[in-house]
């Protein structure tokens, strides 16, 4: 007799496992716009890993791997990337770092670590619907969306005002739980997917403050961190053929991890410790960072994670000491961690040529970003000005609110932001999907809306889609090409 699944994950694998096939088939034969993913770069990393496994591979790599937490060149080359990368306000030692088996198995073991069943994570929205499952999978934890007020208008989309009112919701979500004292941590996701902004550093210190004055855990969930090829950057490279590309964007809100906001500045509050109200001063919660090389560094298939504990200020912790939090994720994933993994991930980190990956990254994401506009300005389609992912947020389904998805009708005259359905959404994948053979993913899945919005006949946060464009160019343009013809468009936006 085949064996019961228990009562924690019966429900789970019930809801997950057949949307997971039936995604896994939808994929067979169709260019990919929907997964999250960077090819910009795969040839030079293939390149890099060729040699590293050449010239770097010994018989010690077939053993068990050192250290705990992580082999130890790893765990140093980890603690290099994020002090020179990611700001710190206290230096990043090797015993705050966890190497995991990718950010997903990360988020998983954290929560795990973290909560109890039935204990309440909130999360910001809109944020990537496999949070759903990552957070929940073995924690037992309940989710709730902070759905931030959103308001997108205008041909190119602006989403600053999103950002506005994340403490006001905050509290609503917070106080509106039957049990607040149950509530163990917020997830935030910066760079946003499926956004792909910055949330800015006055919102990111407030929200660290609000959950210090509760004792929650504060998530942040940067796997995008070094995908910013928006600001600072001059031009691109020109090897290969490759075009210069200005990435200087004056207005985008620019990346800052939460391992570099200063919660000690003047004007923000000095941080009390102690918790003497007389002093007025503000708490500082803990804080965790989870990072990858799947998304900034393209190797999704390498599944390295990492999570970081952000140093307290003046602390003299020693290299070789752990908290419980590190100790606790260190016996969940240091014994599934792949040495081949580790010995290329550092070989990467190590590797002279990494900053020069990183600006051939850029501008290679700025070109397609490029492609990818033009197609939708030519077609009128608004979308969220993306700066710091592979990907944008665009409103497809605004053409096709017209059209059924077993056949064609005429286009029509539609500005008011309001005239656009769930149906309309879930038409206009349908038709990329089945006529252009194209995939790309349904906004609605992001929780870009809250369950009032949901239950709209017509809402201004339906009709959106999250369009990858970090694929090889020549794909990125043969998709914009079938979009073009499957959806009745400009077919000449190459020459606009």
Partial sequence: MEAQLSSRMA?????????????????????????????????ELVSLFQDAM???????????PEGFGGPPDLLHALARLFNEHFNPVSPVLPNHIVATTGASLCLDALMFSIC???????????????????????????????SATMSIEGANADCQSL?????????????????????????????????????????????????????IYYVSDEVYALSDFSRGRGQGPTEG??????LTVTK?????????????????????????????MRKIPPIGVVWSTSKDLGSSGLRLGVFVKRPVAGSAASSSSRCPLTGSLGLLTTPHLPSITSKLTTALLDSPA???????????????????????????????????????????????????????????????????????????????????????ASGKGFHVACEKCLGCQSCSMAGWVRITFGV?????????????????????????
């Fill in 11 to 43: 429900a789970m694998a019930t809801g997950a496992i057949p949307k997971i096939e039936a995604s896994i088939a939808n994929k067979e034969g169709k260019i990919d716009l929907a997964t999250a993913e960077s090819w910009v770069i795969r040839h």
């Fill in 116 to 146: 109890e069943p039935g204990d309440i994570v909130l999360v910001m929205a809109p944020y990537f619907n496999g949070l759903d499952l990552h957070l929940a999978l073995r924690s037992g934890c309940k989710l709730v969306p902070i």
């Fill in 354 to 440: 990494l900053p020069a990956l990183l600006s051939l990254s850029h501008a290679r994401l700025r070109a397609n970003y490029d492609i990818l506009t033009q197609a939708l300005r030519s077609w009128d389609v608004r979308f969220v000005p993306t700066t710091n992912a592979p990907f944008l947020f665009a409103r497809l389904g605004m053409v096709v609110a017209t059209l059924a998805v077993g056949g064609k009708g005429p286009h029509e005259d539609r500005d008011d932001v309001e005239d656009c359905t769930w149906a309309d959404e879930e038409n206009v994948v349908a038709i990329l999907r089945d006529r252009a053979g194209v995939l790309v």
């Fill in 252 to 280: 985008a809100t620019p990346f800052i991890s939460a391992l570099s906001v200063d919660l000690h500045d003047e004007q923000a509050g000095r941080n009390d410790l102690s918790g003497d109200a007389e002093t007025k």
């Fill in 163 to 215: 950002w506005k009112s994340v403490n006001t919701n905050l509290n609503e979500a917070y106080e509106g739980c039957a049990d607040p004292s149950k509530v163990k941590a917020l997830v935030i996701t910066n760079p946003n997917n499926p956004l792909g902004m910055c949330y800015p550093e006055e919102v990111m210190r407030e929200t660290m403050f609000w959950c210090g004055e509760r004792g």
């Fill in 241 to 246: 053929g490759l075009p210069k590309y200005d």
């Fill in 54 to 64: 050449a010239n770097g591979f010994n018989i010690n790599d077939l053993s068990y």
């Fill in 472 to 496: 090889p160019e020549a794909v990125l343009r043969d998709a914009l090409t079938r979009m073009a013809k499957a959806l009745d468009l400009n077919a000449g936006w190459e020459t606009q």
